[in-house]
């Protein structure tokens, strides 16, 4: 495991990101990294915490512009996407999105993780990596960055309705 800024191990620093965002979101995130670890064995974990949310991605290498998947938090919702998802085949319709590239699957459950069509999706993604994953090995994570303004992780309410 990597070592994130000021000392903290990588998974230490992911799990103070996570706390500022409502428990029942939190607790939704981390069923779904849970899965997502099972689904992509042995990539790589990149986390920024941006301005506008929390972003986990997951690639071959430590390189962002190798990544084929993230995970990302809102204060309302979590997003699974698919980096190169408008290349995908989605025979069943569930990426949501218009863009040139990026395709996502809204979260409401990690229970969608598991679902064969979305298994499918994230199985086709890693498949398509010009660089490909390498099989299983240890737990790779590294906080590439951290915004030092960002938007409240937790809802106002009456904001932002959930997509």
Sequence with gaps: MSRARG?????????VFMKKYDPPLAALAKAALAKMRKCVPGAMELVYDNYN???IGFG?????SEAVLSIALYPRWVNLFFLQGARLS??????????SRVRR???RDAAVLDAPGVKALIAQAVAASPIPFPGPRRRHLVIK???ARQRPR????GRLKTP
Excluded at 7 to 15: E, I, R, Y
Excluded at 60 to 64: I, L, Q, W
Excluded at 90 to 99: A, I, K, S, T
Excluded at 154 to 157: A, D, M, T
């Design 154 to 157: 937790r809802p106002r309410p």
């Design 60 to 64: 071959p290498t430590a390189r962002a």
């Design 105 to 107: 699957v809204l979260v």
């Design 90 to 99: 989605d025979p069943h319709g569930l990426l949501q999105g218009e863009g």
């Design 7 to 15: 000392g903290a191990s990588a998974p230490k620093q992911l799990t």
């Design 145 to 147: 960055s951290v915004s």
């Design 53 to 55: 949310a929390l972003v």
